[in-house]
């Protein structure tokens, strides 16, 4: 459910005002980041250092005080880490992932086949 988009520079700038012990991992997370082989440090790095940062979408909180984002930070040419977070006071993960898509040919390459 997408509310609208936040600008990135603007998340930018708000996640470089918090630091490491401003970013809480819930039970639900650390088990993802088991399964998934993502650890603390890197989700903590991509928060603080967001100069990956690619895409944000704002998600319907359950609480007014909060606010709940999608935020992905491309990686590479073909995988994006997404960190789903709500932002009050601290940064409360809700749940990451590492997606791979294929690489997809350039139009034109496809064209002249």
């Given at each position: 459910?997408?509310?609208?988009?936040?600008?990135?520079?603007?998340?930018?700038?708000?996640?470089?005002?918090?630091?490491?012990?401003?970013?809480?991992?819930?039970?639900?997370?650390?088990i993802?980041?088991?399964?998934?082989?993502?650890?603390?440090?890197?989700?903590?790095?991509?928060?603080?250092?967001?100069?990956?940062?690619?895409?944000?979408?704002?998600?319907?909180a359950?609480?007014?005080?909060?606010?709940?984002?999608?935020?992905?930070?491309?990686?590479?040419?073909?995988?994006?880490?997404?960190?789903?977070?709500?932002?009050?006071?601290?940064?409360?993960?809700?749940?990451?992932?590492?997606?791979?898509?294929?690489?997809?040919?350039p139009?034109?390459?496809?064209?002249?086949?």
């Amino acid at each position: 459910f997408c509310i609208n988009k936040m600008d990135i520079e603007e998340m930018k700038k708000k996640l470089k005002s918090y630091t490491e012990e401003q970013i809480i991992l819930k039970e639900h997370t650390m088990i993802r980041c088991i399964q998934r082989e993502i650890t603390r440090e890197m989700i903590v790095k991509q928060l603080l250092n967001p100069e990956n940062l690619i895409d944000i979408i704002e998600q319907e909180a359950k609480y007014t005080r909060e606010k709940k984002y999608k935020i992905v930070f491309g990686l590479s040419r073909n995988k994006s880490f997404i960190i789903v977070i709500y932002i009050n006071k601290i940064i409360n993960i809700v749940t990451v992932l590492i997606r791979y898509r294929k690489w997809v040919r350039p139009l034109e390459l496809r064209k002249r086949r």
